[in-house]
């Protein structure tokens, strides 16, 4: 039933690991590296390190990539596209679908030479994509400069706040007010109610719900989905009867 078992399977629940111990304090920059193939891994690592306010990251497989973006979202992600278990397209599509990596710049490493495959790899959401072989020195520039067009538009996400006839919800400033009282959520319900609300008038999957409040490699059951939007409902009071159970798809959120 579960849509992710082939993650799922390959590690247990995420646990809390120290930062990498590249990851100095005082280097500004951090760049994963996910290239299975050592020798250019290490080049890239030396290039990049060089200027030394950067510190490079290095991942050989996909699932490493999803897990290590994940716990400590980079500044940017050389993904390889030719990679074992999961393919580096795929890599990019699912980060981009992660609230903690949707904004994080990626740009592709890529042998193949076709324009078929750097459209897709732009489709996916990479911001730029680079030809293997390529020089160190041209590497590098493309980093900085999509590293200097990250800066320029520092994420200024929209103010979010919803307001109905009970519910209002600043999602900015983490305050949800149903009939003027005060409902204290915990953190996963507040990030369920974001992402219903975001979502009004549309059903949402289960599984969707899943991959996009839990996150992917959460090793949890699509039944915890109903548990936790039971708990969001009782809590809500009257706005709770807005999130409707749509049977056989899922749930919405409707106005
Ligand atoms: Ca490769």
């Known amino acids: 039933m579960h849509p992710t078992s082939s993650v799922h399977a390959s590690h247990g629940r995420p646990t809390a690991t120290p930062r990498p111990a590249g990851l100095r304090q005082g280097v500004r920059t951090h760049v994963l590296v996910v290239e299975d193939e050592g020798d250019i891994a290490g080049l890239i690592r030396h290039a990049l390190e060089r200027s030394g306010d950067t ?31 999961i393919g580096g397209l795929e890599v990019c599509r699912l980060l981009r679908g992660r609230p903690a990596t ?60 919803y307001r109905g006839r009970h519910l209002v919800a600043d999602f900015d400033a983490v305050s949800v007010v149903v009939d003027d009282v005060a409902v204290k959520l915990t953190r996963r319900e507040f990030e369920l109610l974001r992402y219903l609300v975001e979502n009004r008038n549309r059903v949402l999957s289960r599984d969707r719900l899943l991959e996009r409040v839990w996150g992917y490699d959460h090793l949890i059951e699509t039944r915890s989905v109903d548990v936790h939007v039971g708990r969001l409902r009782g809590k809500l009071g009257e706005a709770g009867k807005q999130i409707e159970t749509v049977v056989g798809l899922g749930y919405r959120f409707v106005e």
């Not at 990539?65 to 074992?84: F, G, K, S, V, W």
């Not at 041209?138 to 800066?151: K, N, T």
Request: no cysteine; hydrophobic share 45%; aromatic share 2%.
């Open 55 to 85: 510190a490079v990251e290095v991942v050989s497989s996909g699932d490493e990539a999803l897990r290590a973006a994940t716990e400590h979202p980079p500044d940017l992600i050389l993904l390889d596209l030719n990679l074992p278990n």
């Open 102 to 161: 949707a904004t994080v710049p990626i740009i592709i490493l890529t042998a193949r030479t076709s324009e078929g495959d750097r459209v897709t790899g732009l489709d996916a959401g990479a911001d730029d994509y680079v030809i293997k072989p390529f020089s160190l020195r041209e590497l590098s520039a493309r980093v900085r400069a999509v590293l200097r067009r990250g800066r320029a538009a520092e994420p200024t996400p929209a103010p979010l706040v």
